[in-house]
């Protein structure tokens, strides 16, 4: 068993400087292009490479040539090196990041919710570990004079008092059918969508605009079923 004065000797750590002056002048190939991005002298970084190799007892660069060649004993360094710079940098831009944690509530139009948000709900964790959210499906406006709601996604014309909003899209309104239904009982006409059940995502205010646009508002209508939201009656045509 070596003496206790050999072990602690061997576990020392060289002066950082030299070993900054060293992957510098690794990773650019010289020590002119090294001092420059240390902002020193040429002398100094030879000096503190020079330092380094005498605490080794080894070269570390190959002189000759106008780039600079890592011997074996550089080589077997330098990945080291420049692993634990990369680690000290990252932990320095963590510490220095402003903390973003706490819970963050959010109430959303179910559909959007649904189909849009839930999917991509991992990347939102990824980014935030440390948020905790709170989602809630709705679409009433009085979540805008919420207290308990921080984000509110409201579908609608956009005419709300007192609060910031922004544009998410704009939509086009437009009827959708099961392929196997439309197969069964094929629409060639307006007229023909008497013969199906037309199912409301609303209180009929969506249809009602489209068949106006259609000029067929007042074309006698079939069955007809009524959904809270834009999700459930998605779900319907698909499945019936």
Not at 25 to 40: K, M, P, W, Y
Not at 112 to 125: A, V, Y
Not at 128 to 138: G, H, K
Not at 180 to 192: E, K, Q, V, Y
Request: hydrophobic share 45%; aromatic share 8%; with cysteine.
């Amino acid at each position: 068993m070596p003496p206790l004065r050999s072990l602690f000797l061997s576990s020392r750590l060289p002066p950082l400087n030299p070993l900054r002056a060293f992957e510098a002048t690794a990773r650019r190939g010289s020590v002119s292009a090294a001092a420059r991005e240390l902002n020193v002298t040429h002398g100094a970084v030879s000096h503190q490479i020079r330092a380094l190799e005498l605490s080794f007892n080894a070269p570390l660069f190959e002189r000759g040539g106008k780039r600079l060649r890592l011997t074996p004993q550089g080589a077997l360094l330098l990945p080291a090196v420049t692993h634990a710079f990369a680690e000290i940098a990252a932990a320095t831009a963590a510490m220095t990041r402003p903390a973003t944690s706490g819970e963050l509530t959010v109430t959303c139009v179910p559909a959007l919710l649904s189909f849009w948000m839930i999917p991509r709900l991992h990347l939102f964790t990824e980014q935030f570990p440390d948020v905790q959210l709170r989602l809630i499906a709705s679409n009433d406006e009085a979540n805008l004079d919420s207290p308990d709601v921080d984000v509110c996604l409201l579908y609608g014309d956009g005419n709300w008092q007192d609060c910031w909003s922004r544009l998410w899209s704009r939509l086009e309104l437009f009827p959708v059918v099961s392929p196997t239904l439309l197969n069964m009982r094929p629409l060639r006409s307006i007229r023909d969508i008497r013969d199906h059940v037309m199912l409301h995502g609303d209180d009929g205010r969506e249809w009602n605009t489209w068949l106006a646009a259609a000029d067929a508002i007042d074309f006698q209508r079939g069955r007809q079923h009524f959904m809270s939201d834009a999700r459930l009656s998605t779900e319907a045509a698909l499945h019936n």
